[in-house]
């Protein structure tokens, strides 16, 4: 297998223009399928997806599924809930669907965690209150490629505050976040230092030894 960090930028590399489609309410997705190939190509196909939770709710009509995606050492979780429609008695099928539905989000989100399709989606998620529209995420709206642009000083301070101890987060400490699963970064600001403990136990070793050596 590469060398992880180069798995991950082949996942975050733009895909081929006409791969975002649309659901009848134009909600901009890019198909399950897509995502496998990807990941199929990047890492070639040492990958691993574990089912990890399934709750089928018959009772109260829905599915939650939490799926597991390792690359090497390193694992995402995502997460997914669907509603099963129709009367499961009559029509089994409606639990069937709602597991693939549950199963294919939380595949998804999982590698959504490694920012896959953020630059073809960012585009499509531009009005207020959406993510694309985010200043700190505008370098996805560049026609530049990722590769041509200059080097930042992981050292540098940003606009960032930390919650914690009210000190500007110098750009090390901003990118590392992006490494806690699940964590809305936009809301929870925290220097390397008063990262909670429960999330600084879910960053990859590899990407703290990595932040480590940036800012010696």
Not at 53 to 70: F, Q
Not at 87 to 94: A, I, K, V
Not at 175 to 192: A, T
Request: aromatic share 8%; with cysteine; glycine share 4%.
């Amino acid at each position: 297998m590469e060398h992880y960090l180069d798995i991950i930028q082949k996942l975050k590399e733009e895909f081929p223009i006409g791969t975002v489609q649309f659901t009848g309410s134009k909600r901009p997705y890019i198909p399950n399928q897509v995502y496998t190939d990807r990941l199929e190509s990047a890492t070639e196909s040492k990958w691993n997806k574990v089912i990890k939770e399934l709750d089928i709710n018959v009772t109260h009509r829905y599915v939650k599924a939490i799926v597991t995606i390792t690359i090497g050492e390193h694992s995402r979780d995502g997460y997914g809930v669907a509603i099963i429609k129709g009367d499961p008695e009559q029509d089994p099928s409606g639990v069937i669907n709602a597991v693939d539905l549950a199963m294919n989000s939380a595949f998804i989100e999982a590698l959504d965690s490694f920012q896959m399709g953020w630059r073809d989606l960012a585009p499509h998620k531009t009005s207020e209150k959406e993510w694309g529209s985010n200043p700190a995420l505008s370098h996805l709206l560049s026609t530049e490629p990722p590769n041509g642009s200059t080097p930042t000083n992981p050292r540098a301070l940003t606009s960032h505050i930390c919650l914690v101890c009210s000190k500007p987060l110098i750009q090390a400490d901003w990118e590392l976040l992006n490494h806690v699963p699940n964590l809305r970064r936009d809301k929870m600001i925290y220097c390397f230092n008063d990262i909670p403990a429960h999330h600084k136990r879910k960053i990859p070793e590899f990407e703290i030894s990595n932040y480590l050596l940036r800012i010696k």
